[in-house]
């Protein structure tokens, strides 16, 4: 079951450069664990903002909520999710 | 998996009202056919306004959209839907 | 009575986790105690943000305006309330 | 138990003209009896715009939903209410 | 002349207590003194919010800006002024 | 006393040229007719857009809202009315 | 190189059932067309709503345009485009 | 003297084909003629939009203004106009 | 040439009174300088708001923005600019 | 391929003058050196405020990032990036 996820990252520019840095490294493994897994097909950069757009793909609402408050930069993360069905025009 | 929806109808005051009759006793049967499944068990008017809050409770996305556009009132609906998780305060 | 109401936790990232811990502690309690007493019926998190969507059931806009301001987290919290009616498709 | 009401009135510039004054005119008769019987306390006109500020006094959400519904403009009325709570500087 | 006007209360959660418990005896003191000058007629909590709807009877935009300017709060304050006419279905 | 009022004219395209002549010209007349009394001061029109920024000098809420409601054009503007001060480093 | 695009369809609830079969019709095999060619490459329903999200795989911004504008829908789209990059995590 | 101007265009889409193109003409005709006497020096389109993003190079507002009601398709057009100033980074 | 200009002054509530109080004073100043000189000519306090609406007369956008950002407030404040142009009615 | 964007700056008015002026700096030069490489041909200051519209010629969304993020001002940038078509009333 597929959703739509935007994610806007806030972290303040005066944060400390190594909590940063541990932050971001722990984000990006997470990342690619949760992307091996399956559960996270889809991932793109928005083009000039520190921003994604994400496809995640789930077998429940609970399943979701878990991994996206898993990421290390949860705190610090505007999520937006929208739930996707089948188009009806797809191939 | 539980939903929660919003939806506001906008009929036009002109409609015609054999037309606006019609579509709301249809659309009452249809809101009484998904309570009795047991797919829409809460259902409530926003005061002052032509819109309810509503919590539907499917197995998947798709089939959520199967029921929302499946009402009659459909075309004149803005609808706004988002996923819940179980909360963690809930006993 | 019923009313629907969305609760936005905007708890600083750098808060004390001990202060924090606390206050997500005493919310809990605070939240288990108004469920118990029947007033927090429903109570579901909204998914990706730490955010909630409830329902309360209360005799007065005082008394539920005493229940929101009780909640330990109330500083912190941004709070919408929409009044609900019966709805006439309700079975 | 009192409520906030803001209603914008959006009647098309090109309704007939009898059926304009008409609904204005059965608006005001209901607006008349709403205030006579005390549920309608205050009613102020928002300067420069086809729109009004309002408390009602009611005894339920159910009752307030009835009264709105039951203004003849209702079809063609913005409606945002707001419920309000004793303030503890109010002498 | 009566304005209609919001006030909302943004005091940061981690205000001195005590700089906080002066400023808000003081802001009651204040909204008492002008309820009984006849300036501040209506004074409603918003249900959920650290908010007001308020009444003013004023005999100027000046008065009216000096007094909300006089408010120990107003610092802390966002408000919006609305000016109000009389609504010609007022009984 | 002056009030800020911005003046969104909403004409629509397809209107009887005739109609929108008639209705323009009055308008102008109106908006002279006002100015020589005194009482619209100051109007400008926003480049790019049908719509003004004006400055009304009024004893009154009432007389603003009647003067407003008196512009042929009233039922196509959308009117937004903001109350003015003198501003401290008025020279 | 990737676009995510927001499409919203609003077909007038009035419309011609045969114009607006015709329509979706002709919509569907433009879009079936575009995915074969690969410059379409996703494309889901929004629950709830009648939107897609959708991404577009193309080689220029002139050529996604063009695109766009050749959908049998698109004088009744409000389509939102967002230039995508690839993220840094992505494996 | 450079103005940022963005144009939406919001022809109806059941607007009489005659008069639509005929509109759409005279229109280009008018922007080549700005364009070949200085004043519109940059115009692009929105990609996905029938909106553009525009340059215009004047010497005062008010010819601004006459040249942005001049264009046929006005009636049509929401336009915002925002007022640039040279840039200190600028080669 | 006549621009409109809304200006919001964002002063942290706990910035040092000694430095509010000594860019409040060179802001009275430099307005002042401004209203003598011509090019600031009208100056409006919002009631309720620590904001502005101004009228400034200048020769050009490169003027005018080289005036706003010499206020001693302006890097406290939230300006908004839009050109204005003679309007037909004005006598 | 052209894209406009909007840049707003957001440096705190109590960021240290040095690291402030240090900024600002190594962004004039970044900026000098892509409009010297050609990709980054337009940049407009918005009047009134601390904010530019850029229009940037890049062969991929992929280089546009980049070049955004390389900005020494970045961390205090919201950038709002629209792909740009050619116009078809272009000469």
Do not use: C
Not at 47 to 58: H, K, M, R
Not at 63 to 70: A, F, I, N, Q, R
């Amino acid at each position: 079951m597929l959703f739509h996820v935007r994610m806007d990252v806030n972290l303040p520019p005066d944060l400390d450069p190594a909590v940063r840095a541990d932050l971001v490294s722990r984000e990006k493994a997470r990342a690619v664990e949760l992307q091996e897994k399956g559960v996270w097909p889809q991932l793109w950069r928005i083009v000039g903002e520190y921003a994604n757009f994400s496809i995640f793909d789930v077998s429940s609402n609970d399943e979701l909520h878990d991994l996206l408050t898993s990421l290390p930069l949860f705190p610090y993360l505007k999520i937006q999710v929208t739930p996707l069905a089948t188009h009806p025009s797809k191939i």
